[in-house]
C-alpha cells in the first residue's frame, strides 16, 4: 500500500507541473496584420482589451515640432519611440490586464485620407510592420 501512494503522490506532482506550462494568457491579437494602418490595429487592440500606456514623449529631443504636433493630432499618446531619421520606425505601447506588453512598431510617413503625406496640423495614418509581445512578470522571473 505504501508503495501505491508514492505513485499517487508522484502522480500528482507530475500533473500539476504538466499544468502550470510555459503559455501564458494575453488579450487577443486577432485582426491585427502587417500593413494595416496603425488607427486600425490600434481601434482592433483597445477593443480586445489592450490599453494605450501614456507616455511622455513630448520631451524627446530626437522628434521634430512636425512629428510632435503629428502625434498630438492624432491622439497617440501610447507612442515610446520615433526614429528621427531613416525609414522612420514609431513604436508604440500598449498594456493588458494579464501584466503583459505589447509593442507595435510603424514605418514610414504619416498620410492622409488621400493618401498623400499629411500636413502636421492634419489627421493621417501610419503602417503597422511589426509588434512584439512581452510578459512583464515572467521577464521579472528570469532575472
Not at 8 to 24: D, E, M
Not at 47 to 56: L, M, T
Not at 130 to 136: C, E, G, I, Q, Y
Request: glycine share 6%; net charge negative; with cysteine.
Amino acid at each position: 500500500m505504501k508503495l501505491n501512494i508514492k505513485y499517487i503522490f508522484l502522480g500528482f506532482i507530475l500533473l500539476s507541473a504538466s499544468n502550470s506550462s510555459s503559455a501564458y494568457q494575453h488579450a487577443s491579437l486577432a485582426g491585427i496584420k502587417q500593413k494595416m494602418p496603425y488607427s486600425q490595429v490600434r481601434e482592433v487592440l483597445i477593443e480586445h482589451g489592450w490599453q494605450a500606456v501614456y507616455n511622455h514623449l513630448y520631451t524627446d529631443e530626437f522628434l521634430s515640432h512636425r512629428d510632435l504636433q503629428m502625434l498630438e493630432v492624432n491622439g497617440w499618446h501610447e507612442v515610446d519611440s520615433c526614429s528621427g531619421t531613416g525609414s522612420g520606425f514609431c513604436n508604440f505601447d500598449f498594456a493588458d490586464a494579464y501584466g503583459n506588453k505589447l509593442a507595435v512598431t510603424t514605418i514610414g510617413d504619416c498620410y492622409n485620407e488621400e493618401g498623400q503625406p499629411a500636413q502636421s496640423d492634419e489627421k493621417c495614418d501610419l503602417k503597422v510592420i511589426h509588434w512584439t509581445l512581452r510578459n512583464v512578470d515572467r521577464c521579472k522571473e528570469a532575472e
